[in-house]
């Protein structure tokens, strides 16, 4: 059996761009559970908090809301 690409987990690494509906997502730093990212209106807006997330909460996260990958981050 083949897993469907649709229902896979995004792949977050540290520089990337996500935008859903709402809001878009700039993953900051990323660890071995947990990542620090920005969640922002726009992409002009400024002073942000960067705020703390497990792994596998942000990938659902990003699936649920039909996230797509803006940017891609670095290697």
Not at 16 to 39: C, F, N, S
């Amino acid at each position: 059996m083949t897993k469907s690409r649709k229902h896979a987990s995004p792949v977050l690494t540290r520089g990337q761009l996500w935008k859903t509906d709402r809001a878009y997502i700039h993953i900051v730093e990323l660890g071995k559970t947990l990542l620090h990212y920005r969640m922002t209106r726009s992409l002009k807006q400024k002073g942000v908090v960067t705020r703390m997330s497990a792994i596998g909460t942000m990938a659902d996260y990003l699936k649920t809301n039909d996230a797509r990958l803006v940017k891609t981050g670095a290697a």
